[in-house]
T-cell receptor, first 114, second 113 residues
Framework: NAGVMQNPRHLVRRRGQEARLRCSPM?????VYWYRQLPEEGLKFMVYLQKENIIDESGMPKERFSAEFPKEGPSILRIQQVVRGDSAAYFC????????????FGEGSWLTVV | KQEVTQIPAALSVPEGENLVLNCSFT??????LQWFRQDPGKGLTSLLL?????REQTSGRLNASLDKSSGRSTLYIAASQPGDSATYLCAVRTGAGSYQLTFGKGTKLSVIP
């Protein structure tokens, strides 16, 4: 049973470009969470999604950031018009149910904006 | 707003020592608390989960305690090994209806052979 798969693992974008980060949850998991880890900071919650629904996006920046979890395929975190401050590690996690008691994290996607 | 603090930020110990990592949180009305391990360039691995009604959890050489009233948790590692070197993160979930984990910045542990 493969774990939470994130790709790309490393991504370099120039300022103003778009970044797309993908996350495939563990098999059988329909609950996905995205967290961001800025340099020297703790992980911060961004968004919680179930299939085709955004449940809680209270941690998402109001502009340029969006997330989806379609019926088929991976969850995608999209960052438009990236700026240097978006450089961070983005972690995806999944759980089997909404209790989130057993949560599995992916290995992260490291975004560098130059 | 929940805030989680971990002390110390870094710790270096010789192999074989027992050690304690500390975590404190400002809002004692938590649903549960988890300790994670993060290796450089890797994701997080859950080590122990303590529900709000529990006082401690044990797994092998690890023991985590929770004192909700004082807003504190400790992670005790017995007989440390070089392979224990990693960053240890404490995270709390505030409320059954909340899906968010609030993380501390972590304690970076180095176990010297």
């Amino acid at each position: 049973n493969a774990g939470v798969m994130q790709n790309p693992r490393h991504l370099v974008r120039r300022r103003g470009q778009e970044a797309r980060l993908r996350c495939s949850p563990m098999k059988g998991h329909s609950h996905v969470y995205w967290y961001r880890q800025l340099p020297e900071e703790g992980l911060k919650f961004m968004v919680y999604l179930q299939k085709e629904n955004i449940i809680d996006e209270s941690g998402m920046p109001k502009e340029r950031f969006s997330a989806e979890f379609p019926k088929e395929g991976p969850s995608i975190l999209r960052i438009q018009q990236v700026v240097r401050g978006d450089s961070a590690a983005y972690f995806c996690a999944s759980s089997e149910d909404r209790s989130g008691n057993t949560i599995y994290f992916g290995e992260g996607s490291w975004l560098t904006v130059v | 707003k929940q805030e989680v603090t971990q002390i110390p930020a870094a710790l270096s110990v010789p192999e074989g020592e027992n050690l304690v990592l500390n975590c404190s949180f400002t809002d004692s009305a938590i649903y549960n608390l988890q300790w994670f391990r993060q290796d450089p360039g890797k994701g997080l691995t859950s080590l122990l989960l303590i529900q709000s009604s529990q006082r401690e959890q044990t797994s092998g050489r690890l023991n985590a305690s929770l004192d909700k009233s004082s807003g504190r948790s400790t992670l005790y590692i017995a007989a440390s090994q070089p392979g224990d070197s990693a960053t240890y993160l404490c995270a709390v979930r505030t409320g059954a209806g909340s899906y968010q984990l609030t993380f501390g910045k972590g304690t970076k542990l180095s176990v010297i052979p």
